[in-house]
T-cell receptor, first 115, second 110 residues
């Protein structure tokens, strides 16, 4: 299996622009997670899906952030409008089950820079 | 809201040395998880602790939860280069959401 695939790997945009991050989880995994990682705040869980259904989006910082999972093999995280404080590495991860004891396989991340 | 604080933030040790990473919670812990994050390899679950005074070991890694259930430690005995990575503690936050400490970056010098 190719593992979790994320695109783009790097994104540089200007404040106010819309940004869409994409993720393809490992085939057969039932849970998908979106994380944000910064030096200041560390790793933060933004939202997670179980069987394509959003379970907890309380980590989404603001209404500017939205995530969708239209099918088992694709998810998007959208920021509209983007702000400089959104600059971070965004990770998508998937796991076989929704238990926190299950290993989560991370994608390589998308490094977002908002100017 | 509950917060997890890890110490130290980074650690460099010589291969073969022992080390300890701490995780302190602002509230009582009802589920404490230890993970290892390695770039490109994901977040690997190590251990879960739930009961005060509980201690678990896996290979050369031992994790403990104190009696008051507000602090946990992760101890690595005879460290090896394969132990290098970022160690994260996580806990069941409000609503069952998982929250993390800032992470401890471990480097092991051969």
């Amino acid at each position: 299996d190719a593992g979790v695939i994320q695109s783009p790997r790097h994104e540089v945009t200007e404040m106010g622009q819309e940004v869409t991050l994409r993720c393809k989880p490992i085939s057969g995994h039932n849970s998908l997670f979106w994380y944000r990682q910064t030096m200041m705040r560390g790793l933060e869980l933004l939202i997670y899906f179980n069987n394509n259904v959003p379970i907890d989006d309380s980590g989404m910082p603001e209404d500017r952030f939205s995530a969708k999972m239209p099918n088992a093999s694709f998810s998007t995280l959208k920021i509209q409008p983007s702000e400089p404080r959104d600059s971070a590495v965004y990770f998508c991860a998937s796991s076989l089950r929704s238990s926190w004891t299950d290993t989560q396989y991370f994608g390589p991340g998308t490094r977002l820079t908002v100017l | 809201s509950q917060e997890l604080e890890q110490s130290p933030q980074s650690l460099i040790v010589q291969e073969g040395k022992n080390l300890t990473i701490n995780c302190t919670s602002s509230k009582t812990l009802y589920g404490l998880y230890w993970y290892k994050q390695k770039y490109g390899e994901g977040l690997i679950f190590l251990m879960m602790l739930q009961k005060g005074g509980e201690e678990k070991s896996h290979e050369k890694i031992t994790a403990k939860l104190d009696e008051k259930k507000q602090q946990s430690s992760l101890h690595i005995t005879a460290s090896q280069p394969s132990h290098a990575g970022i160690y994260l503690c996580g806990a069941d936050g409000q609503g069952g959401k998982l929250i993390f400490g800032q992470g401890t970056e471990l480097s092991v010098k051969p």
